[in-house]
T-cell receptor, first 116, second 115 residues
């Protein structure tokens, strides 16, 4: 079965705190891609990062960092020194082959609220 | 920049009405997708299309149909709207040559309420 689990439904932090959003995935494919998307209150999902299954290097982009561990099937997302503008729903997704094309399997999302 | 637009941000319809949700992308993408988003359930795929006039069912196609007569436009049709179809509907597109690595680009969503 292909599945993405985001166990944290809601997280609330105070500005400048660090926060980690968890993502655990299941797949039997040896080649796959993992994604993180951000959905601000405006509603449009914004692509943040893509990681392929052969690249376990952690990635850092400004205050954002991602930790991919195949051994635990996890792809966690950390925001350092959180800001109010980081308040959004964050989705983790797994790219799978869907027959005619590739599909994304989404987790249920984590609502992050950053309080001033 | 890739732009995916949806015809309405908010829509209110009555039970039994036929509802059309329109999506247009301007990046010549082969693949287009319709999702619905509900609290606690995340995004669930309704239908997708990998070429003009080609379509495939997603995970929850019941009660919906789609149409793709032109490459840039993908329509979601609710033949007879019901209250359990009240939801946020999101359209997305992606480039087929990118394969599994290709990210999907999303529209702003249509919040549909069926009374």
């Amino acid at each position: 079965a292909q599945k993405v689990t985001q166990a944290q439904t809601e997280i609330s932090v105070v500005e400048k705190e660090d926060v980690t959003l968890d993502c655990v995935y299941e797949t039997r494919d040896t080649t796959y891609y993992l994604f993180w998307y951000k959905q601000p209150p405006s509603g449009e999902l914004v692509f943040l990062i893509r990681r392929n299954s052969f690249d376990e290097q952690n990635e850092i982009s400004g205050r954002y960092s991602w930790n991919f561990q195949k051994s635990t099937s996890s792809f966690n997302f950390t925001i350092t020194a959180s800001q109010v503008v980081d308040s959004a729903v964050y989705f983790c997704a797994l790219s799978v082959y869907g027959g005619a094309t590739n599909k994304l399997i989404f987790g249920t999302g984590t609502l992050l609220a950053v309080q001033p | 920049d890739v732009k995916v637009t949806q015809s309405s941000r908010y829509l209110v319809k009555r039970t039994g009405e036929k509802v059309f949700l329109e999506c247009v992308q301007d990046m010549d993408h082969e693949n287009m997708f319709w999702y619905r988003q509900d609290p606690g359930l995340g995004l669930r795929l309704i239908y997708f299309s990998y070429d003009v006039k080609m379509k495939e069912k997603g995970d929850i196609p019941e009660g919906y149909s789609v149409s793709r007569e032109k490459k840039e436009r993908f329509s979601l049709i609710l033949e007879s709207a019901s209250t359990n179809q009240t939801s946020m509907y999101l359209c997305a597109s992606s480039s087929r040559p990118s394969g599994r690595a290709g990210e999907q680009f999303f529209g702003p969503g249509t919040r549909l309420t069926v009374l």
